[in-house]
């Protein structure tokens, strides 16, 4: 007869088994239509051993300029989004019911509605014509029309509406986590309000900042849409590139290539991001 | 005295830039519904008179219509997919204590992190060669993988926070694995449930560049809707935002009722 | 129904979490686990419950071997530290759980909840949820879920730690109430030792994952085997001194006499606080000290008093009060203090 010991460990690799299998459907859907199809793209922009299409994304201005502009896209939203994501978080994390119930409501709603019903709503508010042109000039502050739509305006206003929640979220969670005693105790120490809130409560946010920034910065980085339609030919970004080498002319191995660099640079950023999270984390420990 | 005051006028402050953020937020939907209602053919703000005609448009539009019905169609079936997939490899990755759980965890999170175009081209690759596109139900399993991340973040949350002691106490009291999940733990995860679901069948409904890649000529909603945008811009496209900000009002309210907070964790985690 | 366990041991990598215990519970007992955290008692409790498989030994269950048996299986009724109960039902549903899960016919499992439910008296509770009722109801109603079954053992997790003094008072006598009307085999876990002492026929005390000794709980209180459970139960002087056959030389007393000739060497007695007297008694006592008061604590009945003494060691003496008396020494006083020797309870060495 076994010991009771080796029983347990028998029972023990029968539950991990069991709980094994649940994943394994989950874990081929991925491997099937994720991972395997990501990494065969990514191999194409080496097929036939050579490193051409990384050269060409490398040397050509136009490529290099336009990833340059992604990553300024991408970085200005972010820092948009930080800017008015972080007073929206603080008043959210002192609001009473009912200030949240109707703060989450105007977070949450316009979160849920789809992308091309507010891409359409920003086309009637910007354009030429549109609802603030027509306002403005109608109460005669301006005579010449606001170039609000088709450049870069108009896309930054678009893609910080997507965006701006996946900020103020992750900072509103950080900023609840935080001992409302400890900005107290702070004051009670003899600390100003204003002094306070940036010896304690800011530092102790940080792990949500950080989150927020990462998320953002690595999802404007791949926007297609809103910069698509609000851009109006102006502002390309990467993956507007890779559509267009795809779509006009069946360029794989070079639309691989590009996949492959905005890849990579999305995951450096979002490991980098990650890495200064952990360390302000310990900083707060 | 002069303090109170001082932190009181910052708190003004503050409130009135919260406003004016939400306001900021609000702002676009609100705009569509006097359009939608407009009676001109083009976009005129405010609107010359009040009509039905771009509801009354959308509806008697088949196309419309079959675009609609085609993105329920897909959003239905990536829910149930992304649910009964999602759910299972939640348990595993909350429960086991598999050394390489971890790792796993991570992967499950990287179609979020994947920019959606890069596996729109590769998903592309491999349904073109298995001519799968155009395919309704090829599109519900490619957005089943948009969707797993979110039930899975949803559900692992909810799983963490359940307390085991409560399955110990069943099996205790008699309970089978089976009935122990389904009487115990899974009444309890409901919230999780739902709103897992909830996001599964938003991000699918409202999925556009995964579409524009696998629809091929058989319309989404979305797509109908970019087109739509690019080609004419008519008011019908704003009666069709004003039905969807509806829908997602009404379904956001039912899961704020039935799915206790549970929405916001997606995104703080 | 009878419990045993036999040379339990259970190991989480290279510590002992339980390091061979042996245990007989009769049928009926009402036994107690003493012990301090990290002792191995919910291991051990673990292990008898079917949450937990041992590395050697068994469990014997009325004679039935349900060492590798699943909890289901068991037939044991548990009462977990937090309760357990299940927040998405009722009470009644709660309670009805077992019996569902037995596949009991409708109208008995009806009956048999309305039976329980007054037994704890929650009958007007029912359709209520968990969280709304106060946490002795709560640990009623997780009692009565743990019994209605009919359990072959009762076993108790520490279930009175989250409640308040009173409550837990009233509760313990509940408890052992219902225990004994039903007659129930019970094992009851706890790390405090004044509620061990209410409630068992009898203790075992554990550290280290043993079981340091077993016995009544008078036994225990006058008689601890080792030093740890004279420490651990009650409060305690030990005198440490040097014996010398049949008596013994305690720094501060003098020479003590000892009831048993003990081999000579060093040697630890046991002297409760309660066996320290005070006052004019005391110069009819063969062992007597001078010492300072430090400390006096009103406790009430009794007072508390800590003493240095000269040329010894401080100690700890608990004197009776009456409600007129004036206190028995102040801070700072210098008093004769004394004790009996048939008091004194040599600690064995280990």
């Known amino acids: ?285 | 005295m002069r303090r109170t005051r001082r932190r009181s006028a910052g708190n003004i402050v503050l409130g009135i830039f919260a406003a004016a953020v939400f306001a900021f937020l609000l702002l676009p939907l609100l705009v569509v519904f006097p359009i939608s209602l407009s009676s001109a053919a083009y976009l005129q703000f405010p609107p010359p008179g009040y009509s039905w005609q771009w509801y009354q448009r959308y509806l008697d539009d088949p196309s419309w219509i079959e675009a609609t019905l085609r993105s329920v169609q897909v959003a239905t079936l990536c829910t149930v997919l992304a649910m009964a997939l999602g759910v299972p490899l939640a348990f595993f990755l909350v429960r086991s204590r598999f050394p390489g759980v971890r790792v796993l965890d991570r992967v499950t999170a990287a179609p979020i992190i994947v920019p959606t175009i890069i596996l729109s081209i590769a998903l592309y690759g491999v349904f073109a060669r298995l001519q799968l596109i155009g395919a309704w139900y090829g599109l519900a399993v490619a957005h089943a993988v948009l969707a797993l991340p979110f039930v899975v973040i949803l559900v692992s949350a909810g799983l963490r926070g359940f307390d085991e002691a409560q399955e110990q106490a069943a099996a205790g009291l008699g309970a089978t694995w089976p009935r122990i999940i389904w009487r115990v733990t899974l009444p309890q995860l409901r919230p999780s449930l739902v709103s897992a679901a909830f996001l599964s069948f938003i991000s699918s409904f409202d999925e556009l560049v995964v579409a524009m890649f696998l629809s091929g000529a058989s319309m989404t909603l979305p797509k109908k809707m970019f087109d739509n945008i690019l080609m004419e811009i008519d008011p019908t496209i704003a009666a069709v935002s004003v039905l969807q900000i509806l829908l997602v009002s009404v379904a956001l309210g039912l899961t704020s009722l039935f799915g206790r907070g549970a929405l916001t964790t997606t995104i703080t985690r | ?350």
């Open chain 1, 1 to 285: 007869m076994l010991s009771p010991g080796l029983n347990r460990r028998v029972i023990a690799r029968r539950r991990e088994r069991g709980l094994f299998l649940l994943a394994v459907p989950a874990l081929l859907l991925l491997g099937v239509l994720f991972a395997w199809p990501v990494l065969r793209l990514l191999a194409m922009s080496v097929e036939g051993g050579t490193l051409e299409h990384f050269r060409k994304a490398a040397l050509d201005g136009l490529y290099v300029s336009v990833l340059l502009e992604s990553m300024k896209v991408a970085g200005m939203v972010t820092a948009i989004c930080l800017v008015l994501a972080y007073p929206v978080a603080f008043w959210l994390s002192r609001a009473g019911r009912l200030g949240l119930a109707l703060g989450m409501f105007a977070l949450l709603l316009p979160f849920w509605t789809s992308v091309l019903v507010r891409t359409y709503a920003w086309l009637v508010l910007l354009g030429r014509n549109g609802v603030i042109n027509r306002a403005l000039r109608d109460w005669g502050w301006i005579e010449v029309p606001l170039p609000l739509l088709h450049n870069m305006t108009g896309v930054l206003i678009g893609m910080v509406h997507v965006l701006l929640p996946y900020m103020v979220l992750p900072i509103y969670a950080s900023l609840l986590r935080i001992d409302p005693d400890l900005p107290r105790a702070a004051e009670g120490l003899g600390a100003p309000a204003w002094r306070a809130f940036l010896r304690v409560t800011f530092p102790l946010s940080l792990p949500g900042v950080s989150a927020g920034c990462a998320l953002i910065f690595v999802l404007s980085l791949g926007f297609f849409i809103t910069p698509a339609l609000l851009g109006g030919g102006r502002v390309i970004m990467v993956s507007m590139l890779i559509e267009q080498q795809v779509r006009e002319f069946l360029n794989w191995p070079f639309a691989a290539a590009l996949s492959t660099v905005l890849l990579v640079a999305t995951l450096a950023i979002y490991a980098l991001i990650g890495r200064l999270t952990r360390g302000s984390r310990l900083a707060t420990h």
């Open chain 3, 1 to 350: 129904m009878q419990l045993s366990v036999q040379r339990i041991v259970r190991r989480f990598g290279p510590v002992a979490a339980l390091g061979g215990v042996d245990l007989e519970v009769a049928e009926g007992e009402f036994l107690t686990i003493l012990g301090p955290s990290g002792s191995g008692k919910t291991t051990l409790l673990k292990a008898i419950a079917g949450f937990e498989i041992p590395d050697e030994g068994t469990v014997l269950l009325g004679g039935e071997d349900v060492t590798l048996a699943p909890p289901r299986q068991r037939d044991v009724g548990m009462v977990f530290q937090n309760y357990a109960l299940f927040p998405h039902l009722t009470v009644a549903q709660n309670v009805a759980f077992p019996l569902e899960m037995r596949r009991r016919p409708r109208a008995e499992v009806a009956r048999r909840v309305e039976d329980v439910l007054r037994l704890v008296e929650l009958q007007s509770f029912g359709g209520r949820l968990p969280r709304q009722l106060s946490g002795g109801q709560q640990q009623r109603v997780a009692l009565a879920r743990a019994v209605v079954f009919g359990p072959r053992l009762l076993l108790l997790d520490e279930p009175f730690g989250a409640l308040d003094r009173k409550l837990r008072e009233s509760l313990q006598l509940e408890v052992r109430r219902l225990q004994r009307s039903l007659r129930l085999t019970t094992l009851f876990i706890t790390h405090d030792q004044e509620e061990a002492l209410i409630m068992s026929d009898r203790i075992a005390v554990m550290d280290k994952g043993r079981i340091q000794q077993i016995g009544l709980p008078g036994d225990l209180y006058a008689r601890p085997a080792t030093r740890f459970v004279a420490d651990f139960l009650g409060e305690s002087n030990l005198l440490e001194g040097t014996a010398s056959a049949a008596s013994a030389s305690i720094p501060g007393f003098g020479e003590v006499p000892l009831a048993a000739p003990q081999p000579a060497g060093p040697v630890t007695l046991l002297l409760r606080p309660e066996a320290l007297r005070l006052g004019g008694e005391v110069e009819a006592l063969p062992c007597r000290a001078r010492g300072t008061v430090v400390e006096t604590v009103f406790l009430g009945l009794s007072a508390k008093l800590r003493l240095r003494l000269q040329d010894g060691p401080e100690v700890l003496a608990r004197v009776p009060l009456r409600p007129s008396a004036p206190p028995p020494a102040a801070e700072g006083e210098v008093v004769t203090v004394g004790f009996s020797p048939e008091d004194v309870h040599v600690v064995p060495r280990a």
